[in-house]
């Protein structure tokens, strides 16, 4: 990221959000993206053909015989039981991205932040990522011959105006008075 496009105010934030940023980053064919998750827990998963994440929660058998300490059963026996999906936390199909076949980072399950995550694009077109742990969190890649052209510092403007977009977004949120006795989920 090339920080003297940054204002002194993103840089002092840092803002990680559930985001990719930037969301778009145009590259050659045969480079490497270095995906970095930061310290929240995010996943980058290049689906394949599919075109869709994996789900971070899956179901299981119905619940039974579940009862509360007066021996009543609860209102959920016969419900089917909600498990963590265990494919989200294991890297799938290694380093290299040809739209073919998924590629996915798994959950880093480690202490601090996650390692970089590198992939690199070995055929031309425009692929998509996503988290399997944030819903609608998603971004592109835009793999071009060698012989087009990158504009130069197109990349870094993307970012920069992504970031000043979203840190405007988040101090009008911040303005916003929640009513006493009320719980915000956002918007």
């Known amino acids: 990221m090339a920080k003297k496009l940054l204002p002194k105010a993103v840089l002092a934030v840092n ?17 490497t993206v270095n ?17 869709q994440d994996l789900p971070f929660l899956v179901t299981g058998g119905p619940i039974s015989g579940v ?36 590629v996915d980072s798994g959950f880093y399950e480690g202490r601090g932040g996650a390692p ?5 694009f070995t055929k031309v077109g425009t692929f998509h990522y996503l988290c399997d742990v944030h819903y609608n969190m998603v971004g592109t890649v835009v793999v071009r011959a060698k012989s087009q052209p990158i504009p130069a510092g197109k990349n870094s403007r ?23 006795d009320t719980v915000s989920v956002g918007k």
């Open 15 to 31: 803002p990680d959000v559930n985001a990719f940023f930037p969301q778009t980053v145009t590259i050659h064919v045969g480079d």
């Open 35 to 51: 995906f970095i998750r930061g310290m929240m827990p995010h996943t980058i998963d290049l689906p394949g053909p599919s075109g």
């Open 67 to 102: 009862k509360d300490p007066n021996g009543n059963p609860f209102w959920f026996n016969g419900l089917p039981t909600v498990l963590l999906n265990s494919a989200v936390l294991t890297p799938i199909g290694g380093h290299t991205y040809s739209g073919s076949a998924r």
């Open 116 to 120: 970089v995550f590198p992939v690199k």
């Open 158 to 180: 993307a970012l920069n105006d992504q970031l000043l977009n979203d840190i405007a977004v988040a101090k009008q949120v911040y303005k916003e008075k929640v009513p006493p």
